[in-house]
């Protein structure tokens, strides 16, 4: 016998690994429906994402401040939530904006 040479492994039955039988559904609405109710949202998942977060460079153009007084704003204020994630600091819009057009 020769150690060279190997067996030939057993012909595969089927070549088809995807199950055809799941995917061609009687009713294809079925697995629409399923897949749209089930399907989370998230808000970057549209082409033009919404601005849920300002930055604080952002804020202080809007409020035509100078940086340092954003920056001693958001440290100081309980008006509207900041968030500090990591080293950034992030202020959520919906808050901000409510508390801008309250002021104004």
Same mark, same amino acid.
């Given at each position: *016998? ?12 089927? +070549?088809?690994?995807? /199950?055809?039988?799941l995917?061609?559904?009687? /009713? $294809?609405?079925? *697995?629409?429906? =399923?897949?749209?109710?089930?399907? =989370?949202?998230?808000?970057?998942? +549209? $082409?033009?994402?919404?601005? %849920? =977060?300002y ?6 153009? *809007?409020? #035509? ?7 001693? %704003?958001? /440290? ?7 968030l ?7 202020? $959520?819009?919906?808050?901000f904006?409510?508390? %801008?057009?309250?002021? #104004?």
């Amino acid at each position: *016998m020769n150690n060279n040479q190997f067996t030939v492994p057993e012909t595969v039955k089927s +070549s088809d690994y995807t /199950n055809k039988h799941l995917s061609n559904d009687s /009713n $294809p609405t079925t *697995m629409e429906a =399923v897949t749209q109710t089930n399907a =989370v949202k998230s808000p970057t998942d +549209s $082409p033009k994402a919404r601005i %849920l =977060v300002y930055t604080v460079e952002e804020v202080a153009q *809007m409020l #035509a401040i100078s940086l340092r007084s954003a920056y001693n %704003l958001c /440290n100081s204020t309980t008006e509207f939530r900041v968030l500090r994630v990591g080293g950034s600091i992030r202020i $959520p819009k919906d808050g901000f904006d409510a508390w %801008l057009y309250r002021a #104004a």
